[in-house]
């Protein structure tokens, strides 16, 4: 059976996007692979974070995760900093990576621009990023298309390492979702949905309320056309908003565009805001039960030990490899 890894960063709750174009296709993927899902909070640091409100959002996210459908009897759920060999592989990955190779880094450049003084984990952690995949012998990594350049460099380390000291890594593919994979802002169709951008109008959250939902749907951007079709290079937002309709509820688009044929956006987004309400609610319930409870906390220290076992075996093979300890 193949390994899967994944990895999301405990920043705040996530949205709509992140559940249509990654959670949802994880929880069928668990049926037919082996899923290390992990929650990257070694990651999140890179940016100043709030103590408090770090550990609210990890205990959050796991809940989230376990509410959308993943069954830790099937996957191994954890928290990235309760197995200390991240960290440990992150820097030997730091030692055979290339400070030109990193500098390269689209994200790095984008997050780095303009401002005085920038963390330097912003520039080394796509090593932690290839520690974090290569610690399981992972075969596929579901990612989103602004990931895929680290994902190329992890791949490059991997045969990097290989190569000059000994063939321990599994060279990983990259797993594109080919629909959903990008679900845009509500209020900009050329940017993706995101839990970072500072207009909570743009995104809807995986916890908002039915009243939030469908204030956010009814004001989201449309086009003067009137028509509801899918079409994404003359009409991106209708186009997103159609997106989210299939995969919230599994109908077609070309069906969707015949049900709506000659009718408004009002009516069209009024069904949307129903049709995404009832998606969330199960999950929101599920959430509820979980975040403040003994058995989120039992669920997390079996998946911190069962990752402690793998990741610790391979971080003592690649620590050989180089030479180190006695």
Known sequence: MKTVFSGIQPSGTLTLGNYLGAMKHFVDMQEDYNCYFCIVDQHAITVPQDRLQLRKNIKSLAALYLAVGID???????????????????????????????????????????????????????????????????????????????????????????????????????????VGARIMSLNDPYKKMSKSNPNPKSYISMLDDEATITKKIKSAVTDTEGTIRFDRETKPAVSNLLTIYSLCTGIEISELEATYHGKGYGEFKSDLAAAVVQALKPIQDRYYELVHSDELDDILDHGAEKANKVATKMVKKAERAMGLGR
């Open 72 to 178: 830790h009897h099937k996957s191994t759920l954890f928290i990235q900093s309760e197995v200390p060999a991240h960290a440990q592989l992150g820097w030997i990955m730091q030692c055979v990576s290339y400070i030109g190779e990193l500098e390269r880094m689209t994200q790095f450049k984008d997050k780095s621009e303009g401002k005085e003084a920038v963390s330097s984990a912003l520039l080394t952690y796509p090593p932690l990023m290839a520690a974090d995949i290569l610690l399981y012998q992972t075969d596929i990594v579901p990612v989103g298309e602004d990931q895929k350049q680290h994902l190329e460099l992890t791949r490059d380390l991997a045969e990097r390492f290989n190569k000059k000291h000994n063939d321990i890594f599994t060279i990983p593919e990259v797993k594109i979702p080919k």
